[in-house]
C-alpha cells in the first residue's frame, strides 16, 4: 500500500497464510487499492514467471528476519529471488562503493534492488541468571548432588532461544564490549551463495568485566536504503528480540576433544562461567542458512592488550604456543610438578569435565532450578527419611526428581508414572547410584487397579503457566478411592487460588 502511494506501477505480494491473504484482501479492498495490489497465496519460491509474475521485478521489499536474523531462510528465499524474480543487481566496478547510495532514479526501473539492503549482525557477552537458569540446573536437589548434570535440549533448527533482554527478569549485564560478527550485503547474490555454502570466523573478545558468562546475545541493524536503518540491539524497543546463544557448562568443544592436555591445563575451560576482568574469550561464528555462535575457549587476561576485539590470528596462536610450552615443561620437568597448580591460571576438574549430563526441556530446568519450592519438599522427604516413614511414594510429576531424591534417602519403593520420561530417569538414577529395583514405572490407570497405600504422593497440581493442573486434581479424585488414605502425605496437600484485577 505504501508502494502505491509512492507511486508503483504494480505490486505484488506473496503470503503463505490463507487467512492472511484473505484480511490482505479485505484491507486492500477497504482502502481502494485491490485493483493495485495482487495478492498470491504462496511462499516466494513457489512464484514463476509468467504464471504468477509477468516479468522480472525492479523491486524486492521483506521483513522475513527472526531474532537470529536468518532464522526465516532470509538466505535461501533471496538466493531463489535474485536466481528467478528479480532483474540483475547493480555491479559495482569499485570495491569501496556501495551500492544503496549509488542507485539513480533510472537504475531503479533496470536493475533489481532489495530492501533492506544490508545488515551488520552484532553480539556482547553477558551475565544472566535468567538465562542461566533456562540453559542449565544451577541448584543442587536438596542432599543430592546434581549440579550441572543437567542442560537444555538443542534444537537443530533453531539452535537460539530469543529474549527481550531490557525486560528480562533479574537484567543482565554486558561482560564485553558489542562486537560485530558479520555483515550481508543483500544486494550481491554472489555473498548470499557464500554464506549458504557456509562461513566460519572466529573472534578473541577482551571482557571488561568480571563475572558469570552466562551467553552470547546477538542483534542486527538493517540498513534499508542509504542512512535510513532499524536496529534489534537490546535500547531500541523494536519488535525484535534478541538472539540468545547461552554457554552451557558442557561447553567448550575444543577444549575437549580437540586440544591437548597441556592447553587444557594453561586455559579456563567453558565448564566453569567464572570470567575475570581481561580475559579473552573465543567467540566462533558459523554461517550456514542461519547463525550460530558459541564460545570455545576463555584465555586468561594478558597484559598490554589495547584492543577490545581482535581476529583470531597469529597473535592468539602464538599466544597458546608460548604458553603451551611453559605448561608442557611443567609436565615434564619432576622439580616443577609440586608447583604445578600454582602457575596454572586455573587447574583443570577432569572430574568435571567427564561429568554425564542430561538434556531436558526449558520447564524441567526451570522446576530444577526453583530454589525456594524444592528446599521445602526436600525438607519435608528428609525429615520422614530420619524418622524411617519414607515406605512406598507415588510421585506423578512429569519429570520425578523428587522421587529420585526419596528413593536415595532410603524409599523403600517410588512409583512414577512419568512413562514418556523413563529412559532420561533411569539414566540419572544410575548416575546417582539408585537401585533401578527400587523405582516402578506405571500409569495412573494401572494405580487404580494395584493395592497399593503409598506414604508420600507427589503431584504437579500447578502447570508452569501457574494455571491448575485440572487433569491432576482430577486424578487424584479419583486415586482417593483406590489407594490414597487419611494417613498419605500429600505433596503439595492444599492449593489456594488468588486473584486480582489489574
Known amino acids: 500500500m505504501f508502494a502505491v502511494k509512492a507511486g508503483a506501477d504494480q505490486v505484488i505480494a506473496c503470503e503463505m497464510s490463507e487467512a492472511l491473504c484473505v484480511t490482505a484482501a479485505d484491507v486492500l479492498k477497504a ?16 512464484m514463476l514467471i509468467p504464471k504468477d509474475l509477468p516479468e522480472r521485478v525492479s523491486l524486492l521489499v521483506t521483513e522475513t528476519f527472526d531474532a537470529g536474523l536468518f532464522g526465516e531462510r532470509i538466505l535461501l528465499t533471496l538466493q531463489h ?4 524474480l528479480l532483474l540483475s543487481p547493480k555491479v559495482s566496478t569499485d570495491e569501496t562503493e556501495q551500492t544503496t547510495s549509488s542507485l539513480s532514479k533510472d537504475d ?21 541468571e535468567w538465562i542461566r537458569k533456562n540453559s542449565s540446573n544451577v541448584e543442587s536437589l536438596g542432599p543430592v548432588d546434581v549440579h550441572k548434570i543437567f542442560t537444555r535440549k538443542k534444537n537443530k533448527e533453531e539452535p537460539y532461544d530469543s529474549e527481550r533482554l531490557n525486560t528480562v527478569r533479574g537484567g543482565f549485564q554486558y561482560l564485553s564490549n558489542p562486537f560485530q560478527v558479520i555483515e550481508v550485503d543483500f544486494n550481491n547474490p554472489t555473498e548470499i551463495e557464500r554464506l549458504l555454502c557456509g562461513v566460519e570466523t572466529k573472534q578473541c573478545v577482551k571482557c571488561v568485566k568480571s563475572g558469570q558468562l552466562d551467553a552470547v546475545v546477538m542483534w542486527f541493524v538493517l540498513t534499508l ?55 579473552s574469550v573465543v567467540v566462533s561464528a ?3 542458512e542461519y547463525l550460530q555462535l558459541y564460545c570455545s575457549q576463555v584465555l ?19 599466544l597458546i604456543s608460548a604458553r603451551e610450552t611453559k605448561a608442557q615443561k611443567h609436565l615434564t620437568d619432576p622439580n616443577q610438578q609440586k608447583n604445578l597448580n600454582v602457575n596454572m591460571t586455573k587447574p583443570l576438574n577432569m572430574d568435571r569435565l567427564n561429568k ?4 531436558v526441556n526449558s520447564e524441567v530446568l526451570r522446576l530444577l532450578n526453583d530454589n525456594i519450592t524444592n528446599t521445602l519438599q526436600f525438607e519435608i522427604i528428609s525429615d520422614m527419611a530420619r524418622q524411617g516413614a519414607l515406605g512406598t511414594l507415588i510421585d506423578m510429576c512429569n519429570f520425578p526428581y523428587v522421587g529420585l531424591v526419596a528413593a536415595k534417602l532410603g524409599a523403600r519403593r517410588v512409583m512414577l508414572t512419568c512413562v514418556k520420561e523413563k529412559c532420561t530417569v533411569i539414566r540419572l538414577a544410575k548416575i546417582l547410584d539408585i537401585p533401578l529395583d527400587k523405582l516402578l514405572f506405571t500409569s495412573v490407570e494401572h494405580l487404580h487397579s494395584q493395592s497399593v497405600h503409598p506414604d508420600v504422593f507427589i503431584s504437579n497440581i500447578v502447570e508452569m503457566s501457574g494455571l491448575p493442573n485440572f487433569q491432576v486434581l482430577h486424578n487424584i479424585a479419583i486415586l482417593r478411592f483406590y489407594c490414597l488414605s487419611s494417613a498419605t502425605v500429600l505433596l503439595p496437600c492444599k492449593i489456594h487460588v488468588y486473584c486480582s484485577c489489574l
Open 31 to 46: 482502502n481502494h487499492m485491490d485493483k493495485r495490489v495482487k495478492v498470491i497465496n504462496k511462499h516466494s519460491t513457489e
Open 81 to 84: 529471488a535474485w536466481q528467478n
Open 225 to 279: 536504503y542509504r542512512d535510513i536503518s532499524l536496529s534489534s540491539s537490546p535500547d531500541s524497543g523494536s519488535c525484535w528480540e534478541q538472539a540468545v546463544f547461552p554457554v552451557s557448562p558442557s561447553d567448550g568443544r575444543i577444549l575437549c576433544s580437540c586440544y591437548r592436555l597441556t592447553l587444557r591445563t594453561i586455559s579456563q575451560t567453558i565448564d566453569s562461567r567464572d570470567i575475570e576482568e581481561g580475559s
Open 300 to 318: 586468561p587476561p594478558v597484559k598490554q592488550e589495547t584492543s577490545f576485539v581482535q581476529p583470531l590470528n597469529n597473535r592468539l596462536d602464538s
Open 286 to 288: 558459523v554461517c550456514h
Open 356 to 359: 554425564p549430563t542430561i538434556e
Open 108 to 128: 531503479f526501473s533496470q536493475l533489481g534492488f532489495v530492501i533492506p539492503s544490508k545488515a551488520k549482525v552484532w553480539a556482547a557477552l553477558v551475565e544472566c
